[in-house]
């Protein structure tokens, strides 16, 4: 027959569980990192001269000097007005002479579509505030992601985020999301 | 003088400890579940800029992160008050990148190399310079895959 062993005292199983959660409380953290997603250029000895020239009216170009201010196709801008002006170019619903041109292009659920020829030109001083940098990329990012999430609102009556993969790649299509930046220029001095 | 209650009898029993230990594990499982270890020691000073449009990094084991910002007071004896580099817990030189990022493909599994994304830490008040010098050293490095760290605002209407 079995001896009865003596219950083990489980009064301390308490403060070794809080010893534990405290070490994990200390040494997490619980922050999501999230940021701005972009793809780098891949690095080029030497820049090509035989580039195609892009028309004028196919260009955004926004600058931004040292002192963060916004300069949009030669206008001073504030950054509050940036993201319209941005999807009025990326989207030209007029056909305006001085905004881009289009390529007219068959695409999958929409049928024949004009597509944006129109590129955005991003570039700022040395001396630029890297929380203007980020602003205004959000602004410009924020701009197609609207027209993208209009788009897909109209089409097909779902946020774009919810479309399917095949839809969502139509839509990127329609609107791509095209930002260039210039290699900065130091103007300003320091 | 009279007395006012009878000892012992009404008295309150003590409140079991038994389920102590098993809401303190729940807690535990709870943090141990929804947060990350801590990496690195920040060396320098951060304040993220806010975006609105923000994705999440999604799988942390292919992050590599880049600090950049003013060395915390106790360090700025020895490395100034210029927004500097730090690369996992000590500070760098802009050139050391190329080196940051091959050491770092190099404890990833292969396949998982193209997926790899480089998360930029840097200080809202850090002049682009440098940031310019760091993403020159990463497109050196064919690390064409960035993130700039942002938190969330709020949406204005």
């Known amino acids: 027959m079995a001896r009865k062993v003596p219950e083990i005292p489980s009064a301390s199983l308490a403060d070794i569980a809080f010893m534990l959660l405290i070490f994990f409380l200390v040494t997490t953290t619980m922050d999501v990192d999230s940021g701005l997603e972009r793809r780098l250029p891949p690095f080029v000895e030497e820049i090509d001269q035989d580039t195609p020239p892009i028309k004028e009216r196919n260009v955004f170009i926004v600058l931004v000097n040292r002192d963060n201010q916004l300069l949009v196709e030669g206008e001073w801008m504030q950054l509050g007005e940036l993201r319209e002006r941005a999807k009025e170019f990326m989207a030209n619903p007029l056909d305006r002479e001085d905004l881009p041109e289009k390529e007219y292009k068959e695409v999958e659920f929409f049928g024949e579509v004009g597509i944006t020829k129109g590129v955005i030109s991003l570039q700022n001083d040395l001396g630029t505030q890297y929380g203007t940098y980020i602003a205004v990329q959000n602004e410009l990012v924020g701009a197609i992601n609207e027209l993208r999430e209009d788009l897909a609102k109209a089409k097909f009556g779902k946020s774009f985020a919810n479309l399917s993969r095949d839809e ?22 320091q | 003088m009279h007395k006012f209650k009878k000892k012992g009898s009404n008295e309150l029993p003590p409140i079991s400890t038994a389920s102590l230990p098993d809401i303190v594990f729940m807690l535990l499982f709870f943090f141990m579940v929804s947060t990350t270890m801590r990496e690195v020691t920040l ?115």
């Open chain 1, 168 to 189: 969502q790649n139509a839509v990127r299509e329609i609107y791509p999301q095209r930002i260039s930046e210039a290699e900065p220029k130091k103007v300003g001095g």
């Open chain 2, 43 to 157: 060396m320098v000073r951060q304040t993220l800029p806010s975006a609105t449009e923000l994705n999440k990094l999604e799988k942390k084991s292919l992050v590599s992160y880049i600090y950049v910002g003013v060395p915390h007071q106790q360090y700025q004896r020895a490395f100034g008050t210029e927004p500097r580099v730090q690369l996992n817990d000590q500070f760098a030189e802009v050139t050391d990148i190329l080196d940051y990022i091959i050491v770092e493909r190099q404890a990833r599994n292969e396949a998982e190399v193209p997926f790899m994304i480089t998360s930029l830490k840097v200080d809202e008040y850090t002049r682009m310079q440098i940031v310019q010098d760091i993403k020159q050293e990463l497109r050196k490095a064919a690390a064409l895959h960035i993130n700039y760290s942002a938190r969330r605002k709020a949406e204005h209407y």
